[in-house]
């Protein structure tokens, strides 16, 4: 059985690396997250036991809490201030219609559960994911939905930076995966991630990565730390989290994702549209370019934006404090508007029963 499951493990790895190679290879920002989420499926799928320790996923959680929070600098979020009313209103629009398209999606059964309503939410894929397995829905059909959304973005969004913005397109800078390490600050790094991890073992939700995120931009805010992360322990966070997502997935479950497909494309077309509204009231009412809009109000995952926008000429402080300010919103009103929407389909479909027994007594 040991050998079984080195076997296994040396297969993943193996499909990991092909991936992350092919995904790198076609310049998808994503890569190090989806290519072992794809290869997790794939593996789990044919059969293989694997599963990644909790301890492993908890400590990968915090040190992407610490990732959001190096590219969160206070700074950028200044620059929001002019425009709040616009911005406020285009955020609440975009989660209102990401909740209405998670209610629709809920109310024809298209998926169990509260799962169409946490998929659905707009940005903060991880976090969303992760709060959504502390709220006890099916963490695997949340991800499907989530990471479909963000491989949508991440593709278009390179494709519109290739053909709008970037002249030869997006240009990927091969990391320097063993470069010097400054020793001091990744020791505050280090501790800092130990909080998240220490939250995590709490069981407070989503915590192992709001916790580091919160500090951090409090910490770096005031001058106190230089988040260090080493690209290798990014690539082996990154590589943790998508095995621990994509080895969840079962042949049943991946049917049934299948089946869905179709309504939650749609639903991640809905949204796409939804949002191009919002980009395209910022270039009318705030004067932001038509390249910084877009990519600024793209509701796929925040780190894969701003890598994109890093490699683009838009205005990358606004890209990020944009995509963070709706980031946080989502969390705050993620939860509420979750079981809010679950309360009310359990109400209704209570009433419909009620309505059909007295029917069928009549």
């Known amino acids: 059985m040991p050998n079984r499951a080195v076997f296994q493990w040396a297969g993943l790895l193996t499909v990991s690396a092909v991936l992350v190679a092919v995904l790198t290879g076609a310049h998808l920002p994503a890569a190090l997250l989806l290519g072992p989420m794809v290869a997790g499926i794939a593996v789990s799928s044919a059969g293989a036991a694997l599963c990644v ?35 406020l209103a285009g955020i609440l629009s975009v989660i209102a219609a990401s909740g209405a398209l998670g209610w629709l999606l809920t109310r024809w059964r298209v998926l169990p559960g509260t799962v169409a309503i946490w998929g659905s939410s707009p940005g903060a894929a991880m976090a969303m994911t992760l709060m959504a397995e502390a709220y006890g829905a ?37 990391p320097a995966w063993f470069s010097a390490v400054a020793w001091g600050p990744f020791a505050g790094t280090l501790a800092l991630a130990a909080l998240g991890f220490f939250a995590g073992r709490l069981r407070i939700p989503a915590g192992p990565m709001l916790v580091p995120l919160a500090l951090g931009v409090i910490l770096q805010g005031e001058g106190w730390l230089a988040i260090e992360l080493p690209p290798w322990l990014l690539a082996a966070s990154y590589c943790v989290i998508g095995w621990s997502i994509g080895l969840r997935f079962t042949r049943p479950i991946l049917c049934h994702a299948m089946r869905a497909l179709v309504p939650v494309i749609g639903s991640i077309a809905a949204l796409f549209a939804v949002c191009a509204v919002f980009a395209l009231s910022l270039v009318v009412f705030a004067g932001v370019d038509p390249l910084t809009a877009y990519l600024a109000t793209s509701p796929g995952g925040a780190d894969s934006v701003a890598i994109i926008a890093a490699s683009s000429p838009v205005d990358l402080p606004f890209v990020v404090g944009l995509q963070t300010a709706r980031f946080l919103l989502v969390l705050l009103t993620g939860p509420i508007i979750a079981r809010f929407i ?8 209570a009433h419909k029963i009620g309505l059909d027994g007295a029917q069928r007594r009549s």
Not at 53 to 82: D, F, H, M, W
Not at 139 to 148: P, T
Not at 343 to 349: E, I, L, N, P, T
């Open 138 to 174: 099916d963490v695997r059909l949340v991800a499907f939905m989530q990471y479909l959304r963000v491989a949508c973005v991440v593709m278009v969004g390179s494709l519109v930076v290739r053909v709008w913005g970037a002249g030869p397109g997006i240009v990927i800078e091969e």
């Open 53 to 87: 320790p909790g301890r492993c996923y908890v400590a990968a959680q915090a040190v992407l809490g610490c990732l959001i929070a190096r590219s969160l600098p206070v700074s950028a979020l200044g620059g929001l201030l002019r425009d709040w009313p616009l911005l």
């Open 342 to 349: 679950a309360h009310r389909m359990g109400a209704s479909a």
